[in-house]
């Protein structure tokens, strides 16, 4: 029987109906003695149909997928550097950076920031000693802040108690250094030190998910735990780092979440996924030449999984879905809605010296959410807090860092975002404290210019914040940017309240808030 050539690998655009109805499962072509190959961990419930167990295929798969990486890989630093450093550690050192860029970050955004990182710091003896003020410094806006100070924790473990060696297995990895998961050490050890063992992220899972019509909730400890036996199953033993890099790239390519690339895939003969699509297409484009049976006929010789209760097909409650063809997979539980915050910020702004404008900045604390970066000062608001109570609370926070010079200012709603105010002070360099991280208990705190303020290590939500004060001072509401004061400045003792900001005034979750664009 020819199959019909899809002009879309995802299968949309099926006619309506077609692949409708779904036929009582044929028995998958595995032998019944492929059930005795699965691995120990396997349930009885889950059929060989979800497995790779014919070695043939196996090889078959191997052999396309790295002659495709071969031919189609990305020039990225991290791969140039672990393919020509000699040097093991130097060598392990170059992919644990980029792999932990990589986690929830894009390619294009990290290339930028890795680059900078391996330029100041090329060996984990350089990233031992740097300060975690400009380990900050150079993450800012690249998110998940944790990471960077987590990955010169480990570096420093690595200098100090192993001797500034590498463990040079995926088991020691994991076991040595905090912070690394199993992917991080998989990774670094497959690609460093050519172990054979998989790994499996987000793009990982999406492709083995695809090729073994794996349906079940990919988060599920189960699903990911068989999906572990999968990647160690197929990783090439000769090239370990190239395939797990191959399959990675796949899914990053062209095996996409919504708009997968399925004729240009290198491993199409092997994907369950996309053998069920052309099925359909080919069936129903018979349907349409009056050649198959009328609408609502079954799809002749779909293969299915053969266990009556599989733990790993699609569930009965989510069956096949036609148009979605081979984005039927994976399957995720649905995301919990974040939690919703609001905290007041006020950028609060005197004369500096020799008159360019001046911002107070606060430490964070060294751990937690954000932990060390600098900020405006802050604080959390209660909920059902009334826009007079939103500022009366923020004005007793700033004085506190500000003394009484607070009073001579302008307290300005910026927006709502973030609830931002900013406020002028009245007086120049000397009408307010400069620094009070001498005191016992209290974060360290600085005033900088906006040069300054735009070299230091701030969280993107600050940045936003800036952004808006921007804005505002482009319609005269916002910091100052160097204006003169006029005789109208407000005196000592009087406190002006400007009508709310024309910006949009909608709530934004304080995780959607705090997250950098894709391209930022």
């Known amino acids: 029987m020819s199959k019909l050539r899809a002009a879309a690998g995802s299968g949309r655009g099926l006619p309506q109906g077609a692949g409708e109805v779904r036929r009582p499962p044929r ?10 190959d699965m691995p120990p961990s396997v349930s009885a419930q889950q059929s060989a149909y979800h497995l790779f167990s014919r070695p043939a295929e196996i090889k078959a798969f191997r052999k396309n997928l790295l002659a495709w990486y071969d031919r189609c890989k990305r020039d990225l630093p991290w791969r140039n550097l672990a393919a020509s450093e000699p040097d093991a550690n130097r060598r392990a050192y170059a992919v644990w950076v980029s792999e932990i860029m990589l986690q929830q970050t894009q390619v294009a955004t990290v290339i ?106 990919s988060s599920s400890p189960a699903v990911t735990n068989r999906l572990w036996d999968l990647a160690n199953a197929l990783v090439d033993p000769a090239r370990p780092g190239d395939f797990n890099q191959a399959v990675m790239e796949l899914g990053a390519t062209v095996c996409s979440p919504r708009a997968p690339l399925c004729t240009e895939c290198p491993v199409k003969p092997h994907c369950r996924a996309r053998g069920r699509v052309e099925k359909e297409l080919e069936f129903a484009s018979k349907r349409l030449l009056g050649k198959a049976a009328p609408k609502g006929s079954p799809v002749p010789d779909v293969e299915e999984c053969a266990a009556g209760s599989c733990s790993l097909c699609l569930p009965a409650s989510e069956p096949w879905d036609s148009s979605l063809g081979v984005a039927n997979f994976p399957r995720r539980a649905a995301r ?24 107070l900045i606060v430490q ?15 604080l959390p608001l209660g909920p059902g807090l009334k826009e007079k109570q939103q500022r009366e609370a923020l004005l007793g926070h700033v004085q506190a860092w500000a003394g009484e010079a607070v009073a001579r200012g302008c307290l300005r709603l910026v927006g709502e975002t973030y609830v931002v105010y900013s406020l002028l002070l009245g ?30 290590a701030v969280s993107t939500a600050m940045k936003k914040v800036w952004k808006a004060c921007e804005r505002q001072s482009g319609e ?39 997250t950098a664009p894709a391209g930022e």
Not at 124 to 142: C, H, K, R
Not at 338 to 359: F, K, M, N, S, W
Not at 370 to 378: C, D
Not at 428 to 451: F, N
Request: charged residues 25%; proline residues 6%; aromatic residues 6%.
């Open 27 to 36: 028995r998958c072509r595995e032998s019944p003695s492929s059930q005795k």
């Open 112 to 217: 930028d920031y890795y680059n900078r990182w391996m330029q100041k710091w090329p060996t984990l003896q350089a990233l031992a000693g740097a300060s975690l003020e400009d380990v900050n410094e150079l993450w800012a806006g690249l998110g998940y802040y944790s990471r960077g100070k987590r990955l010169q924790e480990a570096a420093r473990k690595v200098v100090s108690e192993l001797g500034g060696q590498m463990p040079r297995t995926a088991e020691e990895l994991q076991k040595l250094l905090p912070g690394v998961g199993r992917y991080t050490a998989g990774a670094i050890a497959s690609i460093s030190h050519g172990q054979a063992t998989g790994v499996v992220d987000g793009n990982v899972i999406r492709v083995l998910c695809r090729v073994r019509c794996i349906g079940a909730d």
């Open 336 to 359: 919990k809605q974040p939690r919703a915050e609001r905290a007041a910020t006020c950028v609060l702004e005197r004369g500096g010296h020799p008159g360019e404008p001046e911002y």
């Open 364 to 378: 964070r604390p060294s751990s937690g959410l954000l932990a060390g970066l600098w900020e405006f000062p802050s």
């Open 427 to 456: 007086g120049g360099a000397g009408a307010a404290s400069s620094r009070r991280d001498g005191e016992p208990g209290r974060p360290a705190c600085r005033w900088v210019t906006q040069a300054e303020f735009q070299k230091s």
């Open 476 to 514: 005269g509401r916002g910091p100052s940017k160097g204006r003169k004061r006029g005789p109208d400045a407000l005196h000592a003792g009087q406190l002006k309240v400007d009508a709310a900001s024309s910006l949009p005034r909608r709530q934004l979750s304080l995780h959607a808030f705090l």
